[in-house]
């Protein structure tokens, strides 16, 4: 009887044991669980809040707030966000920029020509940077781009769909393209502004001799010079009120009178 009561004792404890390991199982599970929940909630809060923001304006500072596969799915939008946010704000700062708004100015053409080196130098700068700022937008808004963001491999199936889920929908997908046409649209009106004020800067070069600056007015010696100079003028202007007006600029237009 003894061994009997022994032994029932015994599977009592061991079935106890095994009910405490099985406890703190399922507690542990649970507690993943709802920890990796919150973790996807957080970062999908995060990514909502990246897409309600402005690119032009907004700062896109990258701070994490989640761990493991979502920490890595995390970093990489908010990289993505403020390498797009940086070549939209890249692209227009030229239709802005007090230098370059300023080149035909009566001030700007006293004190750099008649050669105007550093206009020529402040137009190249816009074209040249304008460009690669939006090579680097229509690379980023690539659907190929946007799909392959994350590395597959570096992450399981479940965090890679996620990923889709929230970052290529068919909204994003029009909102990316949408973006891309807009930034296309301005590098080449922008182009257009930069090509008419070349082209008035080499008109004054031809005729260097030709002209002068009084009382903050420039004048011509004929008035041959004087109408081709207002018809190029008022191209610009026209380019101005057509292509930038829409986009926020100033319509400072370059005011020196003739």
């Known amino acids: 009887m003894k061994k009997e009561k022994k032994k029932h004792t015994t599977l009592k404890i061991v079935l106890l044991i095994i009910g405490i390991i099985l406890a703190v199982a399922i507690a542990l599970i649970a507690y993943l669980v709802a920890k990796d929940l919150e973790q996807e909630k957080i970062l999908k809060k995060e990514i909502v809040n990246l897409a309600n923001q402005e690119l032009l304006t907004d700062d896109y500072s990258i701070e994490v707030k989640t761990t493991g596969d979502y920490a890595y799915i995390e970093e990489a939008v908010k990289k993505f966000y403020k390498e797009l946010s940086d070549n939209i704000k890249t692209m227009n700062q030229y239709l802005t920029d007090e230098q370059l708004i300023s080149v035909l100015s009566a001030e700007n053409l006293q004190a750099d020509g008649p050669n105007f080196k550093n206009s020529y130098q402040i137009i190249e700068n816009a074209r040249k940077n304008s460009t690669a700022a939006l090579q680097n937008i229509a690379n980023l808004c690539d659907e190929e781009a946007i799909k392959n963001l994350i590395d597959k491999e570096k992450v399981d199936d479940y965090y890679y769909d996620l990923y889709i889920e929230l970052m290529y929908t068919e909204e994003d997908i029009k909102t990316f393209k949408e973006t891309k046409v807009q930034m296309e649209e301005l590098a080449t009106n922008l182009n ?67």
């Open 192 to 258: 257009l502004f930069l090509d008419k004020v070349t082209e008035m800067l080499n008109m004054l070069e031809r005729n260097s001799g030709s002209w002068y600056i009084e009382n903050g007015q420039l004048y011509f010696s004929t008035d041959a010079l004087v109408t081709e100079y207002n018809t190029l003028y008022n191209e610009l202007n026209q380019i101005v009120t057509e292509k930038f007006t829409n986009q926020g600029t100033t319509q400072q237009q370059t005011s020196n009178n003739i």
